[in-house]
């Protein structure tokens, strides 16, 4: 019923800069909260940063300053724009939306299928 494609993922030096996107698509009435999630290996995965439909932005106290959230709510788009990237932010990272579709009154959680980061000299 929806789709989360991610993409924007890589390789990069430390220091360096990263964009991901993530855009939403299918049967969407309302999307609430928006947000991005990493899984490093063997680690569980984590909140990077969410923003919901109005104001306000939450970031994991790891990311914050160096890490930004925006949306377009006209394109169901979200984006991560990853600045200062050091190596313990390689992981993949998993776009996450919760959505009230057309079909279903009570909202729920979709997930993307994840881009892959990775910051190394």
């Known amino acids: 019923q929806v789709q989360l494609v991610e993409s924007g993922g890589g390789l990069v030096q430390p220091g360096g800069s990263l964009r991901l996107s993530c855009a939403a698509s299918?049967?969407?009435?309302?999307?609430?909260?928006m947000g991005w999630y990493r899984q490093a290996p063997g680690k569980q995965r984590e909140l990077v940063a969410t923003?919901?439909?109005?104001?306000?932005?939450n970031y994991a106290d790891s990311v914050k300053g160096r890490f930004t959230i925006s949306r377009d709510n006209a394109k169901n788009t979200v984006y991560l724009q990853m600045n200062s990237l050091k190596p313990e932010d390689t992981a993949v990272y998993y776009c996450?939306?919760?959505?009230?579709?057309?079909?279903?009154?009570?909202?729920?959680?979709?997930w993307g299928q994840g881009t892959q980061v990775t910051v190394s000299s």
């Open positions: 996450n939306a919760v959505v009230r579709t057309t079909t279903q009154l009570t909202p729920r959680v979709y």
């Open positions: 299918g049967s969407i009435d309302v999307i609430y909260v």
């Open positions: 923003i919901p439909s109005g104001a306000g932005t």
